[in-house]
């Protein structure tokens, strides 16, 4: 690695250093390990169930099943009976009973509370010792877990193999396990290799209505998870793992949640072996993200719908303590993606989020978020690798189709120097429909593409539409091929402000970051326009003094200042309105640098040094009005607006001390000391800028009069400089 790339890593390592104060933890779990690979996705089998649960109301059982097919009535009313003799009233009860692999047990249409396991723990497990996450709850041990099962968890499947549970109704709704907000967990599997969910509800927790950890092999079949502070499907550490047909909302993180999915690509391009994770046939709706995923790796995510949530799916690096970080080698296709624009955050704000979760109303559609995401988007990618999202449909969002964001190491607890910019690298945006529904109707989203700029290899397809930047390096044909490939070590710097400041979420502290148009700011309430009014203030305001001392006598320089002050007020306009999107950014770009290349030619005679770097900062900005609204600029590690910024802030110190400068003449006259100046100082100052620094000054429009305008001028300003 060059002397500049170790610089520019280290700029990027402090830079993450602050970005890790705000950070999360979205989920925390004991130390795990990933499968070895060695298992398979499971069957369903369809012979006569081993164990049976029941409840022993028979009328409210018929009642139930009233309104079934009759074959499935009549099958219904054969194995209550059968489980009023030889059966069990609670799920626990049956699974404590599986003594070998390749069991089934068989729900039968109820409400299952599973009362046993509701009251809280007493005697030893009310005592165990083990760490807190942030979230309050203990990180329990396998053995703490095999021990007190029901300290988090209604229902408790540990080390139990080739199990499987369905319900027997004619709807997922017929079965209905009920946590009733006492437990962290509806159901738990727990290094149960090769157990198959189908056809039953699971609801109404302190975290999870499903968890499956540490497994290799599991389907989740026709299950429909509700109303949870955390998750609805929760698969974490695993391998070998298939959703489908299933149905999640009303959660405050995400309705399907495949974290650290084994890393089995890892090291692999596009072309994979395989994927440890198929998501099929779902829909997520009314959550704070449909699909989420940290660490979510090797999935394949097609033929799902994901909808009016705040954000459709969202894969990510930006949390510590997931197996195989950083994220890679999710795909997405043939998904619909589309009016992901609720807005939760008011719940929080108003404090509803603060009262105990039986009582905040999820029933009637109320969802704490439980970190901070950009409402209105469709698919948001925030450090993550080798991802592929062709063929969706992604409309309706009210900010972006897709968001795309790097996630410095620091932030996953990784402290290694040259980690810091491993992410986002080869995501592929291609063959999507973007803005139309899948009948070709218009249902345009308002960016196409929000991108922070870092990142190499990363591609979108040529038809994109409103996007930031405007110009995006371009997929081929072939996976792998980009047109205008770029490689940059760090996003835009107003970008990442944002970023910045839009992380210090907290449900728990009701905290919603000010400045952050995620949270509802508006105008300027936002970070973006304090930053950019905050610039145009300070250049208005030099420049205008560095004009009026300096330059006003001189035509060039006076039309590149109005065209200066344009540009900061068109770039103020354009942070103001949220039209980063629209060509207002590079005008304002472009009208900015040509003040800067302005006044840097008619500074050149009288202050060289200010004078060449004034015009330096002019070509700048024109290459960053370029970078953003024609061609990203391929080959350099850093995009135009970090160099511009930092020479701006010498060029704000250089031209103050410039404009206090007392007793010399305006530009474009001959240079004479005054009374309270140097003479020989202001001669050395000024060398080379008299007869013919003049003769540029006046070749520039700066003095086009004869001797007696010239001699003029000279009396006429003698007063203003004596008065300064």
Known sequence: MSWTRRLLVVVVALAAALLAAPAAQAHEERPVTLPDGSGSVPVHRTGEPDLLVCKSDRADFERRISGFPAKLRARNLELFDRCRKSGYR??????????????????????????????????????????????????????????????????????????????????????????????????????????????????????????????????????????????????????????????????????????????????????????????????????????????????????????????????????????????????????????????????????????????????????????????????????????????????????????????????????????????????????????????????????????????????WQSDTGPSTPRSLPECGAARGAVSGRTDRLVGEPVKLAQLLVCADYDVRARRLPAGCDWYGARGIERIEVQIALGVALVLVLVGGVLWWRRLRHSRLATAATLLGAIGLGLDVAGATTGLASSCLPAVALLLTGAWWTGIGLVLRGERPGLGWTTMVLGVLTLLDAFDKAVLMIPWIPIGPAWVRGILGVIWVLWAVVASARHGERTVGKRTEPGPDTDADADAADTHGGDETGAGTDEGSGSADSGPDTHSGSDRSSAPDRDRS
């Open 90 to 459: 609670h799920l626990q009860q049956a699974v404590d009973k599986v003594g070998r692999p390749g069991m089934n047990i068989a729900i039968l249409p109820g409400l299952y509370e599973e009362e046993p396991s509701l009251p809280r723990p007493t005697g030893e497990c009310a005592r165990l010792k083990a760490p807190n996450s942030q979230l309050g709850y203990q990180i329990l041990s396998y053995a703490q877990q095999k021990r007190c099962p029901h300290n988090q968890n209604l229902v408790a499947i540990l080390g139990k193999k080739q199990l499987q549970i369905e319900g027997t109704g004619a709807a997922r709704t017929d079965v209905v396990i009920d946590a009733k907000y006492q437990k962290l967990n509806a159901i738990r599997a727990d290094g149960s290799d090769g157990i198959y969910f189908k056809n039953f509800t699971a609801q109404r927790t302190t975290f999870n209505s499903l968890y499956v950890l540490a497994q290799d092999g599991f389907v989740i079949d026709d299950v429909l998870t509700r109303w949870n502070d955390e998750y609805g499907f929760l698969t974490f550490a695993s391998d070998h793992g298939l959703y489908k047909n299933c149905e999640s909302y009303g959660n405050g993180d995400s309705g399907i949640y495949p974290g650290s999915a084994s890393d089995i690509n890892d090291g692999y391009g596009y072309d994979v072996p395989r994927y440890s994770i198929e998501i099929t046939g779902c829909r997520s709706h009314h959550n704070m993200v449909g699909y989420s995923g940290t660490a979510g790796d090797s999935v394949h995510v097609h033929d799902n719908e994901f909808d009016h949530n705040m954000g459709g799916a969202s894969m990510d690096s930006a949390f510590p303590g997931h197996p195989g970080l950083p994220q890679n080698h999710a795909r997405f296709e043939r998904n619909l993606i589309h009016d992901n624009n609720a807005d939760y955050y008011p719940y929080v704000a108003d404090g509803t989020c603060a009262k105990p979760p039986v009582e905040r109303g999820y029933e009637e559609g109320v969802v704490c978020p439980q970190i901070s995401m950009p409402p209105g988007t469709g698919i948001i990618t925030a450090g993550g690798n080798w991802n592929i999202y062709e063929n969706n449909w992604i409309y309706g969002q009210r900010r972006a189709a897709f968001f795309l964001s790097a996630v410095p190491a620091f932030i996953r607890g990784e402290d290694t120097l040259a980690k810091q910019v491993d992410t986002s690298h080869h995501n592929r945006y291609a063959g999507n429909h973007l803005g139309t529904d899948e009948a070709g109707r218009s249902r345009p989203n308002r960016t196409d593409v929000w991108w922070d700029g870092q990142g190499d290899g990363n591609c």
